[in-house]
């Protein structure tokens, strides 16, 4: 089965740009989505289908994909935007990465 | 606007079964594939079954196949997750979500709250 390679964690300055990678083979090719979940809450799409966002989410989320590895960046990083964040795709069935958590100093 | 409501999660001891709910609301339920995610405590999200919009084609995670159902009553706009041989493992909160189209092979773009399920003696 397919799989995706967060790292467990990262760490941004307020104000600076946050990088979140999800690593998996050839994940260049397939669509990668990406969830926002703050504790206690819900999951919810920050990104789909690589790059684009859904109404309601700041131009501050952003996301690319090629190769072997996808991002999400968070720039202008707020302290509200610490959550675990997950990446997702389909590959004969819906697959999550372990996630990441964002913490911002 | 979309509204998922998980409901049937409790305690059971291992062994058991329970069934879950999901009431869909604010969509066209039958037009679009839904799904249960679950997450252990302190853990990351694991994808556990899907079902198209017309219920004809279902899927299941391994770590579940053969114990757990999934089905869907359009007519009541309900999602079901019936759980059976229950383990400590499937310790968790169980999430309903929406798929963007009527397959499963998309991305999630509602969430349920979720529904915690214990398994314990």
């Known amino acids: 089965s397919y799989e995706m390679t967060q790292p467990l964690s990262v760490s941004v300055a307020l104000g600076q740009t946050a990088r979140i990678t999800c690593g998996g083979n050839?994940?260049?090719?397939?669509?990668v989505h990406w969830y926002q979940q703050k504790p206690g809450q819900a999951p919810v799409l920050v990104i789909y289908?690589?790059?684009n966002r859904p109404s309601g989410i700041p131009e501050r989320f952003s996301g690319s994909s090629s190769g072997n590895t996808a991002t999400l960046s968070i720039s202008r990083a707020q302290a509200g935007d610490e959550a675990d964040y997950y990446c997702?795709?389909?590959?004969?069935?819906?697959?999550f990465g372990g996630g990441t958590k964002l913490t911002v100093l | 606007e979309v509204q998922l409501l998980e409901s049937g999660g409790n305690l059971v001891q291992p062994g058991g079964s329970l069934r879950l709910s999901c009431a869909a609301s604010?969509?066209?339920?039958?037009?679009?594939?839904m799904s249960w995610v679950r997450q252990a405590p302190g853990k990351g999200l694991e994808w556990v079954s899907s079902?198209?919009?017309?219920?004809?084609?279902?899927y299941y995670a391994d770590s579940v196949k053969g114990r757990f159902t999934i089905s869907r009553d359009n007519s009541k706009s309900t999602l079901y997750l019936q759980m059976n041989s229950l383990r400590a493992e499937d310790t968790a909160v169980f999430y309903c979500?929406?798929?963007?189209?009527?397959?499963?092979?998309?991305?999630?773009?509602?969430w349920g709250q979720g529904t915690l399920v214990t398994v314990s003696s």
């Open positions: 979500a929406k798929y963007s189209t009527e397959s499963t092979s998309h991305y999630f773009d509602s």
């Open positions: 079902i198209s919009g017309g219920g004809v084609s279902t």
């Open positions: 050839n994940i260049g090719s397939k669509n």
């Open positions: 997702q795709v389909w590959d004969s069935s819906t697959v």
């Open positions: 289908r690589n790059s």
């Open positions: 604010g969509f066209t339920f039958s037009i679009y594939g």
